[in-house]
Structures are given as structure tokens and as C-alpha cells.
């Protein structure tokens, strides 16, 4: 497993480091910290998966699991900005997403759904990503003007659901494969569409929610229940 801190430093630690414990174990140190650091997320991947790593700034990059050096619990790991060679100083990594040998080879079916902090959701095929290397690319494009940033990137399938929240507490949930049908003014024919379409690599997504004042996103999940 791969905890990352929130200033971006990552430490693979193999899972027999951890020892199984019954309830109400006192646990044992994950790895040392800077005094105003702390983990902000922790990543479970094979030696032979490869990750997508994803900035706030709607950027993409790729690496082999295995290209990660391993530390010890006590150690504070190195820097991301080590291993991705084409990663700007202003950036800041949001989501990393393991993937499976099978799942590069066989991704039909299988998506990406981007959420920004104006509350811009995106659709994307998981084939656009899985070979990205670590010198990145645009996962998304933000709208002219916004200010937007990514706040987050989740694996999805056509059956799952989408939750949005905002930072004053608001929720939104549908499917973005459910068909929606609409008149076309033009031609009175009926049009059958998709509540979020599917959208190419560089995109900027549709409106997920409608935000009030001074509200943005703070996160997303993708669930099957």
C-alpha cells in the first residue's frame, strides 16, 4: 500500500509490514511526518499495477507501480516531483488510480468521472488514459474564465451512481448512463440522450449541480447501490 501526504510525498510500504491485529489493537506507525503534515489518502496497488496520477490543475500521469521505491515505516518517503518528470511546482496531486494488467487490456466498459470545484462533471472512457506516461497529459480542459480546478477522479461503470457535495452541505445523486429524451425544437423529432455523455480526453465536461453562492465541490463518489 502507498500512503501519500498532503505535501505530496509518497511511501510504498509492502503489506506484511502491517501486522494483523484483533479488535482494539493500538495499531502500530505507518511513517514519520513533517510536524504540519499528515497522510491525506492511501492507495492499495500491485508491484505489477500501473497508477494514474491526477492534479488539481486537470492533469494526468502515468507509472508503474514498481517504479515507486520501497520505504521503511519510519521513513518519510520521496517526493512525487522525484518520479514524474513532467509535474509543474504549482501542481498538486488529488487522485492516483491503480489499475490492474486486465483492466489496461480489457477497459471496455469502464470510465473515468472527473468532478471540478465549480461542479463540472466529466464522462470519460478509461481506453483515452491507460497509456499515459509519466510525462502527463491534460486529463481535462476547464472552462475560459472560471478558475476551475479538479477536485476529484473516480473509476466508474454504465450501472453506477454519482454523489456530488459541496462544501455548504448540499448532495447531488444520479446516473449518468440513465437515458434522458427530449423534442427537438427544429424538427419535432424526439432525441434520446445520456444525463452525463460521454466526452473525449481534453473536454471540459457538463454542469453536475447547481451551486449557490460562495458554494463549490469539495467531493464525489461513484457507488453501485
Known sequence: FMPLLHDDCRRPLPSESVRL???GGKGLKAGATKEEDTPSKIVTASSKYRLLIFTDMGRVYGLRAWETPSASRYGRGAHIRNLLSGIRDEEKVISILPLSRY????PKGNYLMFATTNCRIKKSRLSEYV???RNGKYALRFAEGEGDSLVT??????????VLVSSQGNACRFMPAQEKSRV????????TTHVVRVQ????QGVSGMKLRKGDQTIGMFVTGD
Open 21 to 23: 491485529q484483533t479488535a
Open 153 to 162: 477522479v473516480r473509476p466508474a461503470t454504465e450501472a453506477d451512481h454519482v
Open 103 to 106: 483492466l489496461i487490456e480489457n
Open 184 to 191: 427537438d425544437s427544429n424538427t419535432g423529432e424526439t432525441v
Open 200 to 203: 473525449g480526453r481534453v473536454s
Open 131 to 133: 497509456k499515459i506516461n
